[in-house]
């Protein structure tokens, strides 16, 4: 039933009444579509997508394959991977029953502290859009729709529900309506309205889903509200929006149908939605005759090997003073150091997590790769400062049947048990809830492992208590100060206290949460044990750097400093870690910094170490990728997607908050590595830069030195490999124009494209430079613009390394 027309649409459309069509235009549940068997139509489901499928339910019994964080996807600088894991998604979408995945997300890195910044490609609107297209290219290649997100000016997290963006129609225009311009020409099915304001009107209701979105790009497909984003009736029927998630309960249903009966929105508006909504249905095979049963599928050796992949593609080697790679036959000790060698994030926070089936740590796959020729020291080194983690399978077992876990319970209002089930862990976002439930229950016997002080925690909002053994750490109400969705039900604060536990004597935790109308359900418990002295734990980290031929330090962000719902309030690593990696380059020069963050962090030591190597959030197969690239199997294949800062004093664009409501993009089109040029300033690390395991030369440069508006032309450029190593290198074009008539930035990305070559080799990069590389908006006359004359052409490995610059004069259409 792909490409449904017009016509048979309407004949779909005109068979059902205005209440089956309004009952259309919202959710059927949280995560499903409302279905109409009178016209054969199925409902359909969305999951959550960006780093892996989830499904429909926040249940850790259903494991997903997990790739790396979208800051990695943008790094790679290469579509062709990056459209091979939009089919794994899509293959996974399959495998779970999802008709809808709900990514990419388009928006851009327009402030370090964007707690999200993990879930968005880069600061570039051309890498951005580019990398886009080829995710939803490959997720829709296999009939399940993409969502490009969220439609538009996201960019932050503080205030999203009310933040009103205020920005120029031009700076709207060329950065970041212009990833969503390439997800529309790429084909994509959905776009998401984000919960933001753009200039005074909320995105649910903005005259920017009708144009340019769908009037001037030609969107034919579905614009889907962020969920609970539609908050009225009138003003958001009216817009061009859709389709208003969740459901059942609506600000559509019965009001919109009593708005369109009122005459205050109009039943050719509704039926318009509908039509929307039935071309998507009839590209993911949701009419009749309906898409045969999706075939199981199970992670497999060649989907590892793809995410296995995917982290080497990722990683960006910021320095490296000849110590990578690491000769596996040369080494006789090897230490790995750093609290997240053994736990390390391998994705964001919020609402786009998913449960893996296995996780290769970075210590892990260090051991597997020098298993029989190196020995492997490890040494956590001090507390890296996160939260105490949920109560898992490792600590914990099940009070009644003693399986490794916990035991969830659902009482009623008199303390009486109305459902209970094994668990695999201590956070429980969705817990079923019967007729008369009253309050969640997570109980677990604790097996500590150490004596000392421990920390427990629960987290949801409401009255809570807290039990451990016969002891109350917490009993008190805990009212909620946010409606974040996020907030609500994916991560709710957590409430700590301590107690003092002895070692290998088991003891009994009961955590209950009395449910609040409005409030979710999500229940956290946590524990953590007794942190190690900082003082001897660093020293014990040295000694075993100092006795090591190499050492390995891993450290990173914590679930608490970049996730969904919260923005950042500093670019620090947190605890100890900037003193630990100083400790430890200065014990043994041979030392790798593994950065385990999903955005830009401060690296006060990077001229202090051997070599520092950026592994961003990478997924299930985070310790084999990253082995695969310290041993030299595989080359780092990223390219910085944004710039990085030595200090957040020294970033140019920061503001996050709002003031009175009004989060004003005074920077306009200046944001990334344009910001950095406009300031004068040098940063730590340029967008583009990345190095490899081999050196580059570049040599002649060919390019037009007239071209027509409006055409695209290509900029072709030889590299040679002076290296001893095959290698890949990244080819980027920039332009400038420093006497235009119209504010530009002092220069801008226009291009890239990626050569391989063998040792001694050359190569030769084909950059095609677009139309919109020249053009500009013009408010003055509503439309583009190229400004005629000579453009400066640059050609280099990063925004800050020009190799070659030449001219190149653009003429009138």
């Keep these: 039933m792909a490409g449904l027309d017009d016509e048979t649409l309407d004949r779909l459309i005109d068979r059902l009444s205005l209440e089956q069509k309004v009952r259309l235009l919202s959710g059927a549940t949280t995560w499903r579509t409302a279905g109409e068997a009178a ?162 009107t909320t995105m649910t209701a903005s005259p920017l889903l009708a144009e340019p979105l769908k009037g001037e790009w030609g969107f034919d497909g579905v614009a889907v509200s962020d969920w609970a984003a539609v908050r009225t009736t009138e003003d958001t029927g009216r817009a061009a929006l859709d389709l208003a998630m969740p459901g059942p309960d609506s600000p559509w249903g019965a009001l919109l149908v009593r708005a369109v009966k009122d005459g205050q929105v109009a039943e050719p508006a509704v039926d318009e939605k509908v039509r929307r909504l039935l071309r998507l249905a009839g590209r993911v095979g949701a009419l009749e005759p309906h898409r045969p049963p999706r075939v199981p599928w199970a992670v497999s050796r060649d989907t590892r090997a793809l995410l296995r992949r995917a982290v080497s593609a990722g990683s960006v080697l910021l320095r490296n003073a000849g110590v990578l790679p690491l000769d596996a036959g040369g080494l006789s000790t090897v230490a790995v150091i750093g609290v997240h060698a053994a736990v390390p994030r391998v994705q964001g926070g919020g609402s786009a997590g998913v449960f893996c089936s296995d996780v290769v740590t970075p210590l892990a796959g260090v051991r597997a790769r020098l298993r029989g020729r190196a020995r492997v020291v490890y040494e956590p080194g001090p507390a890296s400062g996160g939260p105490p983690a949920p109560l898992d399978t490792a600590l914990c077992s099940d009070p009644r049947s003693g399986a490794p876990g916990v035991l969830l319970r659902v009482l009623d209002a008199a303390g009486r048990e109305l459902c209970a089930e094994h668990r695999l862990s201590g956070r429980q976002l969705e817990p079923e809830l019967p007729p008369g439930a009253h309050t969640v229950e997570i109980g677990a016997v604790l097996h500590p492992r150490q004596p000392g002080e ?211 993009y005074a920077e306009g089109l200046h944001i990334g590595h344009r910001a950095w040029l406009r300031a004068g300033c040098e940063p730590a690390y340029w967008f583009g830069h990345g190095l490899g395991y081999t050196t580059w030369e570049y040599g002649a440069v060919e390019a037009p030195a007239h071209v027509t508006a409006g055409e695209p032309f290509t900029v072709r450029v030889t590299v040679r490999n002076t290296g001893v190593r095959a290698g890949r290198e990244v080819v980027q074009v920039y332009l400038a124009r420093p006497d235009s008539a119209v504010e530009r930035p002092v220069r801008w990305f226009a291009g890239y494209a990626a050569v391989r070559a063998e040792a001694g080799r050359t190569a030769s990069a084909e950059v095609v430079v677009g139309p919109r590389a020249v053009r500009h908006w013009s408010e003055g006359d509503g439309g583009w613009s190229t400004e005629p004359g000579p453009y400066r052409l640059l050609v280099g490995g990063s925004a800050g390394d020009a190799r070659w610059a030449g001219t190149v004069t653009v003429s009138g259409c």
């Design 39 to 200: 016209i054969g139509l199925r409902e359909m489901v969305a999951s959550d997508g960006p780093a892996g499928v989830r499904g429909e339910a926040w249940d850790e019994r259903r494991t997903s394959a997990l790739l790396p964080s979208a800051s990695a996807l943008g790094a790679m600088w290469d579509e062709e991977l990056v459209e091979r894991l939009g089919g794994l998604l899509a293959t996974e979408a399959a495998r779970k029953g999802v008709d809808v995945v709900l990514a990419p997300t388009l928006n851009l890195h327009r402030s370090p502290l964007s707690g999200r910044h993990f879930e968005c490609f880069s600061e570039d609107p051309e890498l951005t859009g580019r990398t886009g297209a080829a995710l939803i290219r490959g997720i829709q290649a296999l009939g399940v729709a993409a969502t490009a997100k969220h439609y538009v000016g996201n960019d932050s997290e503080t205030d999203r529900l009310t933040a009103d963006v205020r920005a120029s129609e031009r700076t709207l225009r060329e950065v970041y309506l212009a990833p969503f311009e390439a997800a529309v020409e790429a084909g994509v099915w959905l776009v998401m309205a984000g919960y933001n304001a753009v200039c005074g």
């Design 454 to 664: 421990w920390t427990f925690g629960v987290g949801g909002f409401g009255r809570m208590t807290l039990t451990v053994g016969d002891r109350t750490l917490l009993d008190g109400e805990f009212p909620g100060d946010t409606d974040d969705p996020a907030v609500v039900h994916v991560n709710p604060p957590v409430h700590t206290a301590r107690t003092v536990l002895t070692a290998k004597r088991p003891v009994q935790v009961v955590a209950r949460r009395e449910l609040v109308p409005g409030r979710g359900r999500a229940t956290v418990v946590t524990a953590a044990p007794p942190e190690p002295d900082p003082a001897a734990a660093l020293e014990d980290a040295v000694r075993a750097a100092r006795d090591a031929d190499a050492a390995i330090v891993v450290v990173g962000t914590t679930e608490h400093s970049e996730t969904e719902g919260y923005d950042r309030t500093g670019l620090a690593l947190g605890g100890h870690q900037d003193e630990l990696v100083r400790a430890v380059a200065a014990a043994n020069p041979r030392t790798v910094v593994v950065v385990n963050s999903g955005g830009p962090v401060e690296l006060p030591w990077h001229e202090e170490a051997g070599a520092v190597l950026l592994a961003w959030f990478p997924g299930q197969e985070a310790g084999a990728g990253l082995a695969d690239v310290l041993f030299g199997l595989a080359e780092p294949g990223g390219r910085l997607p944004t710039t990085w800062a030595a200090s957040l004093a020294e970033a140019p664009v920061t503001r996050v908050r709002p003031v009175d409501g009004r989060l004003d």
